[in-house]
C-alpha cells in the first residue's frame, strides 16, 4: 500500500516581547516609513533572556499536537529547522523531545536557514513514507534577534523571532490529502550574500548576520518562481490548482514580485511579514498556522510552501490540507 504523510495539525509561538518600528526607530537610525517601504514590515517579536529557539518550538509543537488531537507519546520523529540551536550540541530537537515528555523518538536538528522548514518537511515526508515512522513534528523555530547587528539598520529592522510546527502523520492508501511533491535546491557559490561572520570551526564565535539585500532580492524572486513551477510539474498542477500560496516571510516587495510573476492573485498569498517580519526557518509554519487559525486555508484546499535562504539554499512543496 501507499503510504503518504497527512498534515494533522499546526501551531505557532511567538515571544512575549512585541517591538513596533517606532519602538525600534528609538534605538536604531530608521523610522517606521523608511521600514515599511522597503519591506513592509511593521511590527515583529524579540525573545527575552528565558525564551529560546527550543523554548519556542516546545510550544509550539504542544500547540500542533492539541490541535491535531494527538499524544506526544504518539511521536516518533520530531525535525526541527533551524539556524540558531540553543547549543552547539546537542540538537534542539532532543530538548523539545524531552520538553515534550517523550523518553525515546528520532530527533534532530536541520539546519537550511530560511528553507530550513521545506528541508525538514521533506526530510519527514521521506522518513514517513520509508516506514521510519508513523507520527511527526516538524518545527521551524529561530531566535534570530541573538545574532543581528543592532548598529546595521539594513538587517536588524527585518528579523524577528518565533517558532511553528506541523504534524504530520503517515496513512495508506490513495487519499486525497498529504504531501504530493516537493522540491529542494542549494548553491553554495553565493555564501557571501547571505550569511553569519562566525562560528565553531573559524572565529569560535556566534558572529553576525551580513547580507547584500540587492543581490538577494535578485536571485529570490528567479529562485522562488522557478521552484514554485517546479514542484507544480512534479505534482501534475497548474498554477490556477492552487488555492492558497505561504511563502517565507522574507520581504513584501519578495511576495508581491514572485507572485506576479507566476501570474497568481495577491489574494492567494498569505502574508504575515508586516506583524512577525523574517523569522527564517519560522516564517512558513507561522503563516501556515495564522492561516489556518483565522480560516483561510480549509480542508481539501491545495497550498504550496516556498521559500528561499543563506546558502544560497530554495525549496518548495506542494500539500493538500
Known amino acids: 500500500m501507499t503510504r503518504r504523510s497527512v498534515v494533522k495539525g499546526v501551531g505557532s509561538a511567538l515571544p512575549k516581547r512585541s517591538v513596533s518600528n517606532a519602538e525600534l526607530a528609538a534605538q536604531v537610525d530608521t523610522s517606521d516609513e523608511w521600514i515599511v517601504e522597503r519591506t513592509g514590515i511593521r511590527n515583529r517579536y524579540i525573545a527575552d533572556a528565558g525564551e529560546t529557539t527550543a523554548t519556542l518550538a516546545h510550544q509550539a509543537a504542544t500547540k ?82 541573538r545574532i543581528l547587528d543592532w548598529e546595521d539598520r539594513a538587517t536588524c529592522v527585518l528579523f524577528g523571532d518565533g517558532a511553528g510546527a506541523l504534524v504530520l502523520k503517515a496513512e495508506e492508501g490513495e487519499g486525497e490529502s498529504g504531501i504530493i ?25 556566534v558572529g553576525k548576520l551580513r547580507m547584500k539585500g540587492k543581490e538577494v532580492f535578485r536571485h529570490a524572486v528567479v529562485n522562488l518562481a522557478q521552484v514554485l513551477n517546479e514542484v507544480l510539474a512534479e505534482a501534475g498542477l497548474q498554477s490556477s490548482d492552487v488555492d492558497w500560496v505561504v511563502p517565507h516571510q522574507a520581504n513584501a516587495r519578495i511576495l508581491d514580485a514572485t507572485a506576479r510573476k507566476l501570474g497568481l492573485p495577491p489574494e492567494k498569498v498569505v502574508v504575515t511579514v508586516d506583524r512577525h517580519a523574517n523569522t527564517s526557518a519560522a516564517s512558513v509554519p507561522l503563516a501556515f498556522d495564522a492561516a489556518v487559525r483565522d480560516g483561510r486555508i480549509k480542508r481539501g484546499d491545495l497550498v504550496v510552501l516556498e521559500a528561499m535562504g543563506g546558502g544560497f539554499t530554495w525549496g518548495a512543496a506542494a500539500l493538500r490540507y
Open 64 to 145: 500542533a499536537l492539541e490541535h491535531a488531537g494527538i499524544a506526544a507519546s504518539d511521536v516518533g520523529l520530531i525535525v526541527l529547522a533551524t539556524a540558531t540551536p540553543d547549543q552547539t550540541f546537542p540538537s534542539s530537537a532532543t530538548k523539545v523531545q524531552a520538553m515534550l515528555g517523550i523518553n525515546d523518538c528520532i530527533a534532530f536538528d536541520v539546519h537550511a536557514v530560511c528553507t530550513g522548514f521545506l528541508y525538514a518537511l521533506t526530510v519527514a515526508d521521506s522518513m514517513l513514507r520509508s516506514g521510519a515512522a508513523d507520527t511527526a513534528l516538524v518545527i521551524g523555530s529561530e531566535t534570530f534577534s
Open 181 to 205: 511533491a516537493t522540491k529542494l535546491h542549494a548553491d553554495g557559490r553565493h555564501n557571501e550574500l547571505l550569511f553569519v561572520d562566525g562560528g565553531p570551526s573559524t572565529t569560535q564565535t
